[in-house]
């Protein structure tokens, strides 16, 4: 008779799945369910509307752009002018009022001036543009004056915003409310229902339509007038409502 060799690997895989079902005998049972398909799922019900309002208001500040430039034959020249004429009209917009906290620079710039055929450079141009804030609207065309006549200023603009928009949004968002509420109760009225409370509310947007900035360049002889206007502040919302 033939001796029976068993390899070494395949007794010792053999003896660790024996080991792995005594181990699995011995523990409890692991029941798994599934959820009853008789489980009912609650859909809520509600009327989704949407709600618009204006509120017109009239501008309390100004917001006015006033920029001088200059050109030399180099750069450092043009430079050298433009910081003369910037001071100028720096000293003039303080002098009739604007604190420093309302004046800013909102660009600066230097670069070559080419030729004809955009080759060859001809001069330098330096230009500086300033931004400031004049709350008394209603004087803002005896400040644009001063600005141009005596600043020296030769590109102006400006246009008219709220210095606190906050409390128009609010009362517009109030409207806003109302007109949603107002739909939702014809819409369940034709429905044959009632609007009970409010769910959720969503602000969808919240914008301002400005007057027409006026633009301005080079000085005026006669004074200038500037009509302010008003401002619409309009938001929308979206409401959802119960169903009573």
């Given at each position: 008779?033939?001796?029976?060799?068993?390899?070494?690997?395949i007794?010792?895989?053999?003896a660790?799945?024996?080991?792995?079902?005594?181990?699995?005998?011995?523990?409890?049972?692991?029941v798994?369910?599934?959820?009853?398909?008789?489980t009912a799922?609650?859909?809520?019900?509600?009327?989704?509307?949407?709600?618009?309002?204006?509120?017109?208001?009239k501008?309390d500040?100004?917001?006015?752009?006033?920029?001088?430039d200059?050109?030399?034959?180099?750069?450092?020249?043009a430079?050298?002018d433009?910081?003369?004429?910037?001071g100028?009209?720096?000293?003039?917009?303080?002098?009739?009022?604007v604190?420093?906290?309302?004046?800013n620079?909102?660009?600066?710039?230097?670069?070559?001036?080419?030729?004809?055929?955009?080759q060859?450079?001809?001069?330098f141009?330096?230009?500086e543009?300033?931004?400031?804030?004049?709350?008394?609207?209603?004087?803002?065309?005896?400040?644009?004056?001063a600005?141009?006549?005596?600043?020296g200023?030769?590109?102006?603009y400006v246009?008219?915003?709220?210095?606190?928009?906050k409390p128009?949004?609010?009362?517009?968002r109030?409207?806003?409310?109302?007109?949603?509420?107002s739909?939702?109760?014809?819409?369940?009225?034709a429905?044959?229902?009632?609007?009970?409370?409010?769910?959720?509310?969503?602000?969808?947007?919240?914008?301002?339509?400005?007057?027409?900035?006026?633009?301005?360049?080079?000085?005026?002889?006669?004074?200038?007038?500037?009509?302010?206007?008003?401002?619409?502040?309009?938001?929308?919302?979206?409401?959802?409502?119960?169903?009573?």
């Open positions: 008779m033939r001796p029976f060799f068993v390899p070494i690997g007794a010792v895989a053999c660790l799945a024996v080991a792995a079902i005594v181990v699995a005998s011995n523990r409890p049972a692991l798994l369910t599934a959820p009853s398909a008789t799922t609650t859909i809520t019900q509600g009327i989704l509307t949407s709600g618009d309002a204006t509120v017109s208001k501008p500040l100004a917001v006015v752009g006033a920029g001088v200059a050109q030399a034959p180099t750069a450092s020249a430079q050298s433009l910081n003369s004429k910037a100028k009209l720096i000293d003039r917009i303080k002098a009739i009022g604190a420093d906290g309302d004046l620079t909102t660009g600066y710039w230097i670069g070559p001036v080419y030729g004809p055929q955009g060859t450079i001809t001069a141009r330096a230009t543009q300033l931004q400031l804030k004049w709350h008394n609207v209603d004087s803002v065309g005896k400040a644009l004056d600005i141009v006549q005596e600043g200023a030769t590109n102006v246009s008219f915003t709220l210095n606190d928009p128009a949004q609010a009362e517009a109030g409207l806003a409310i109302a007109d949603a509420k739909k939702a109760s014809a819409m369940a009225s429905a044959g229902v009632k609007v009970g409370q409010v769910l959720q509310i969503s602000d969808l947007a919240s914008t301002s339509r400005v007057p027409y900035p006026y633009v301005a360049s080079g000085a005026s002889a006669a004074p200038t007038q500037v009509p302010v206007g008003q401002i619409d502040v309009q938001v929308s919302v979206e409401v959802d409502f119960a169903i009573a």
